[in-house]
């Protein structure tokens, strides 16, 4: 088992930066390949962006290339994303996410944390 959960969401204005956090317990953290989705107002939850065991990034949600940065620390057992320049279509709540497989589907689930950004 996995416990993740998310921090640093909040409001800010279109152009501000944001970085959020998932901290991850149970089972060693390095063991798992980690990713970030969001589910904005009324629409269902896409995938952002993921990093597998060994730090190599797959791809990035083609909206957030270029602004969104993804890295892990597994010696704290957290993964962050950065990001900067952010739009108003940003704004959803999001989730962190832990697979046991490099390519199969994401077994854990966060909370979720609120981003919010306004115009």
């Given at each position: 088992q996995v416990q993740l959960v998310e921090s640093g969401g909040g409001s800010v204005q279109a152009g501000g930066s944001l970085r959020l956090?998932?901290?991850?317990?149970?089972?060693?953290?390095?063991?798992?390949?980690?990713?970030?989705?969001?589910?904005a107002p009324g629409k269902g939850r896409e995938f952002v962006v993921d990093i597998r065991r060994s730090g190599d990034i797959t791809y990035y949600l083609d909206s957030v290339k270029g602004r969104f940065t993804i890295s892990r620390d597994n010696a704290k057992d957290t993964m962050f994303l950065q990001m900067n320049s952010l739009k108003p279509e940003d704004t959803a709540v999001y989730y962190c996410a832990a697979a046991a497989s490099e390519n199969g589907p994401y077994d854990y689930w966060g909370q979720g944390t609120q981003v919010t950004v306004s115009s």
């Open positions: 956090s998932c901290v991850a317990s149970g089972r060693p953290f390095r063991t798992y390949r980690m990713g970030w989705y969001r589910q």
